[in-house]
């Protein structure tokens, strides 16, 4: 028997939603093991022998361990839609085993649980869902990546989101929002998303009060930066918001850079740029990090304060915060 298959799955929205059509494409939430993933992860926990392992919106470093799972699993299926899963076929093609099975879908258009829910829809019906489930987990997957993609096309499109803001970063979680957006009147939501809206403005306004317009004095690695005007501050939470805010409330800059610790001597930064600004993707990648055009990060492992040596890790993307 076929052991449960693995999800792996990016720990924001986007990844929580793409691991829940997974699930229904297993037959059940409780048909998958879940594991939630960050960028830079080193290690895979669970055990794959045999094994069919998805990675969705996540793209596994190009590791001797992300070989090891390829390897061990009786299938991988990769959807991703960051630049680094774009060339990652060939990569594995070179360095994987012969006999290895494995499928990258990469689509940089589409959200992680759009580009997911695209490819397995078919095979979600022959699961017998029922058609207002499965209409509600395509809109569910649209509102989620018209935010991913920081677009907000769609109509209320940052008020849903701000409801489904108030839902964990988990499958089991957007399973519940599914079922409140299945079964809920439309007003509901509206009027629950206006009310965490107000709340998340406030304090996107009081975070944004503290920025300065250069790069924070402890950072000895601004090369990437050079010759660009940054408007920066700290930011544990709501970065992207946040970013976005800086950037309305300073024109004369082309990036901002949130930032904040998470451990002593470890930074997380994310940058936002606007449409027609600069590819801070590019930047982030300069970094040992990534991410896409208009919206990236990366780590750094700071050890000291003053002429200490920085040492960049992989970033946790950052246009799925």
């Known amino acids: 028997m076929m052991p449960q298959p693995i999800c792996y799955y990016h720990g924001d929205h986007d990844g929580a939603a793409a691991a829940l059509v997974v699930a229904y494409r297993h037959g059940g939430i409780d048909q998958v093991r879940f594991r939630p993933v960050n960028y830079g992860q080193a290690r895979f926990d669970v055990d794959c022998e045999g094994a069919q392992v998805w990675f969705v919106d996540y793209c596994p470093p190009r590791t001797a361990a992300a070989l090891e799972v390829v390897n061990a699993a009786a299938r991988t299926l990769i959807f991703d839609h960051h630049p680094a899963a774009a060339e990652y076929g060939h990569w594995l093609a070179e360095h994987a085993a012969p006999e290895a099975c494995c499928e990258v879908e990469y689509e940089a258009e589409l959200s992680g649980c759009e580009l997911v829910l695209s490819c397995c829809q078919a095979t979600i019906l022959c699961h017998l869902v029922p058609r207002s489930t499965l209409e509600a987990l395509a809109l569910l997957c649209r509102y989620v990546g018209d935010r991913d993609l ?28 599914l079922v409140f957006l299945r079964d809920r009147p439309w007003k509901v939501i509206l009027e629950a998303g206006a009310a965490v809206q107000r709340a998340l403005d406030v304090q996107v306004h009081r975070l944004a009060r ?61 940058l936002r740029s606007r449409d027609d600004g600069p590819d801070v993707g590019e930047l982030a990648r300069q970094m040992g990090g990534g991410g896409h055009p208009h919206a990236s990060g990366y780590h750094l492992e700071l050890r000291g304060l003053l002429g200490f040596e920085s040492a960049p890790m992989a970033a946790e993307n950052a246009s799925n915060q």
Do not use: I, K
Request: aromatic share 12%; charged share 20%.
């Open 150 to 177: 920081w677009r907000f096309e769609l109509p209320h499109s940052r008020l849903v989101n701000a409801w489904l803001g108030s839902y964990a970063s988990t499958p089991e979680a957007m399973q519940e929002a």
């Open 210 to 270: 503290s920025a300065v317009t250069e790069w924070p004095w402890w950072d000895v690695r601004p090369l990437p930066f050079a010759g660009l005007p940054v408007v920066s501050c700290e930011s544990p939470v709501l970065e992207s918001e946040v970013g976005e805010r800086l950037l309305q409330d300073h024109p004369e800059a082309a990036v901002s850079v949130t930032w904040s610790s998470s451990r002593p001597g470890r930074f997380r930064f994310s």
